[in-house]
């Protein structure tokens, strides 16, 4: 009921959810530096997530709801049925509608007032990096470790420990994916490692990835390292989880290796990155990565 009090009293910064945890993040991180200028209302619209017949969009979940996040949340089944469509049309007619045009930084959007809808992906740390304590802060992890967790997370912490990962499965499958996506070489990850043992002499390495039987096939590690392959499911975030944990990464072309060290909030830290974000040499990715981030 709170909603409808929420529609008739306050402007409200409506942003839409796309993709899995990562894009998910990026999108709240945008609306939630919007809302907080404008001392606006934040709503996040999932109604689109776990829509079977989107052409081109893989079928996904909510998954903010391991954060405190500060929201509130529109549900397609839960909240969009006449009565309230009925309510809150008003106000959406009066909605400005805001989608992303490209990968680079549009900071003219920050010029917006009123009622505003996002639609995008939002991916650089510019449109919310004036508010990153906000951010890290509701990107706080809710749920506890299970046993296994927290003892990888104790070697983590114990050490002077870098992520590694290392994401395949969605992107060299059959769902066109592969063909928007490039795909780091075996190459890439040892480059990157020597490249974070010649300033980290100590490096311990953690893999993370959805195929370690390819990465032990192919990525030859002489350094000390340990393979997570526990998490998977609806456990995957807690391998962002412990991402962020260690000292230093090697990221891969993922939104969710990116928040892994984005979320390190460790001022010496190492990250490196693939320079190549997506196949398509025309889409302009130079804001995606932050300045201090390394490209390989």
Sequence with gaps: MWLFLVYEKHKMIIVKLLGGLGNQMFQYAIARHLSKKNNDTLIIDSSFLNITNATGYTLRSYELGIFSIDA????????????????????????????EQSFKFAPEIFNIKGNIYLEGYWQTEKYFRDIADTIREDFTFLPALNDINTKVAAQIKACNAVSIHVRRTDYVG?????????????????????????????????VFSDDIPWVKENIQIKYPHHFIDHNSGKQSYIDMQLMSMCKHHIIANSSFSWWGAWLNNHQQKTVIAPKTWFNNPDIDTSDILPESWLKL
Aim: glycine content about 4%; aromatic content about 14%.
């Design 174 to 206: 059959a769902d066109g994916a592969a063909t928007y996506h490039s795909i780091c070489s075996a190459a890439y990850y040892l480059n990157a490692i020597e490249q974070i043992c010649e300033t980290v002499p100590d490096a311990v390495f953690f």
């Design 72 to 99: 509130g949340i529109l549900h397609k089944e839960k909240y969009f049925g006449k009565k309230l469509i009925s309510r809150i049309r008003p106000v959406l007619s009066r909605t400005k509608y805001v989608n």
